[in-house]
């Protein structure tokens, strides 16, 4: 059964700071891996996916890197904002289209 | 940018009662699911639904839920003998192709279900 681990649970960084979370997993068997951010009470937005045959993907100050035999994903921030204080969760979909989730990392970025 | 809507936003209601929750996915997306966090856990894969079908359910699924498409733009959860234990936050979330396709799931923005 597929497992994933987000550490660390909580990260409180000053603004202006990169920063990196990571995210493991039990099974390398994985069809994709993706990162969402969550705001309090509110929903998932889907932040990058990397596909099983990719080392890392970009989107503006987000990278997100895969190493899928080995179990583990980073997302790399760079020059955090307090606007990226969110919880961050990563998702692996093992090819039966569900994603299974870690339980997260809340980030606070302060001004 | 198209994105899934979730009604309503927040349900109470009565341990025992039915409860329907919709959802409507973005238009031209095949693939639906539905998905569910209990405060402070993680988030869970409670079904997925592809040609007016499930196509997996999880053991959270059990006979008391159930899937439908009512017509060609929304897309229902029924519990229908809600438990204490079903209050959580349920999302909908919708893919454009299933299968061979590596495709990004988006999620609504969740309902938020309390049973009293």
């Known amino acids: 059964k597929q497992e994933v681990t987000q550490i660390p649970a909580a990260l409180s960084v000053p603004e202006g700071e990169n920063l990196v979370l990571n995210c493991s997993f039990t099974?390398?068997?994985?069809?994709?891996l993706q990162w969402f951010r969550q705001d309090p009470g509110k929903g998932l937005t889907s932040l990058l996916l990397?596909?099983?045959?990719?080392r890392e993907q970009t989107s503006g100050r987000l990278n997100a890197s895969l190493d899928k035999s080995s179990g583990r994903s980073t997302l790399y921030i760079a020059a955090s904002q307090p606007g990226d204080s969110a919880t961050y969760l990563c998702?692996?979909?093992?090819?039966?289209?569900?994603?299974?989730f870690g339980k997260g990392t809340k980030l606070t970025v302060n001004p | 940018e198209p994105e899934v809507t979730q009604t309503p936003s927040h349900q109470v209601t009565q341990m025992g009662q039915e409860v329907i929750l919709r959802c409507v996915p973005i238009?031209?997306?095949?693939?639906f699911y539905w998905y569910r966090q209990i405060l402070g856990q993680k988030v869970e894969f409670l079904v997925s639904?592809?040609?007016?079908?499930?196509?997996?359910k999880s053991e959270i699924f059990d006979d008391q839920f159930s899937v439908e498409r009512p017509d060609g733009s929304n897309f229902t959860l029924k519990i229908r003998s809600t438990k204490l234990e079903d209050s959580a936050m349920y999302f909908c979330?919708?893919?454009?192709?299933?299968?061979?396709?590596?495709?990004?799931?988006?999620f609504g923005p969740g309902t938020r279900l309390l049973v009293l």
């Open positions: 979330a919708s893919s454009e192709y299933p299968g061979l396709v590596s495709e990004t799931q988006y």
């Open positions: 099974d390398s068997a994985i069809y994709n």
């Open positions: 990397i596909q099983s045959s990719q």
């Open positions: 998702a692996v979909e093992g090819g039966s289209e569900k994603l299974v």
């Open positions: 238009s031209n997306h095949l693939y």
């Open positions: 639904f592809y040609n007016n079908e499930i196509s997996e």
